[in-house]
Every structure is written in structure tokens, then in C-alpha cells.
Nanobody
């Protein structure tokens, strides 16, 4: 059974940085396309970054140039480095499969506020 546990969120000032982690079990992250998603209050969940099996990455326009997705095969963990954070980045962040996401974890709250 796939289990994904997100961590690393918190309260940060605009312009600050955070690094999110997603520890996976039941899948091998380097063999699956993975994604980071987020859901802001009152909005639908959106895909913000993906990493393909081959390592290629893709980003939503709203985070391009500020966020970086990566993975560690030994730790079976996916990361999201978030720099130059904006208030609009405030959301609960989740990781999951890029295709056919399911078994959503609890996510990690990111709040950008002064």
C-alpha cells in the first residue's frame, strides 16, 4: 500500500524559503513520476511541480524559477525547495503520483505571512 508522509511546512515571511519532504513507502519514487500539489483555502487542488522517472522536471507558471523538485533514491524521498515565497503560496502541500494520484496524505501546511 502506498503511503506518503509530507513534512517541512511552517510559517514563513514573504521572500523566505522552505524545504518540503515527502517520505514514501509502498512505491519506489525513482521509478514513478511524482508531483507536488497544493490546495489553498477555497480553491481546488493544483499541481505545482513534477519529476519524471528519468529526472526531468516541470513546474506550474506560478512557481517557475522559485520552486525546485528533486528526489533522493536512497531515502526514497521527494523534496520541494521553495524560495522567494509569496503570500499566494499559502496552502496545504501534498505529494503524490503524477498520474493517477490516490491515497492522499495529510499534507503539510505552508503559511506565508508577515
Amino acid at each position: 500500500q502506498v503511503q506518503l508522509v509530507e513534512s517541512g511546512g511552517g510559517l514563513v515571511q514573504p521572500g523566505g524559503s522552505l524545504r518540503l519532504s515527502c517520505a514514501a513507502s509502498g512505491i519506489i519514487v525513482s521509478m514513478r513520476a511524482m508531483g507536488w500539489y497544493r490546495q489553498a483555502p477555497g480553491k481546488q487542488r493544483e499541481l505545482v511541480a513534477t519529476i519524471a522517472e528519468g529526472g526531468g522536471t516541470n513546474y506550474a507558471d506560478s512557481v517557475k524559477g522559485r520552486f525546485t523538485i528533486s528526489r533522493n533514491s536512497v531515502k526514497n524521498t521527494v523534496y520541494l525547495q521553495m524560495n522567494s515565497l509569496k503570500r499566494d503560496d499559502t496552502a496545504v502541500y501534498y505529494c503524490n503520483l503524477r498520474w493517477g494520484p490516490s491515497n492522499w496524505g495529510q499534507g503539510t501546511q505552508v503559511t506565508v505571512s508577515s
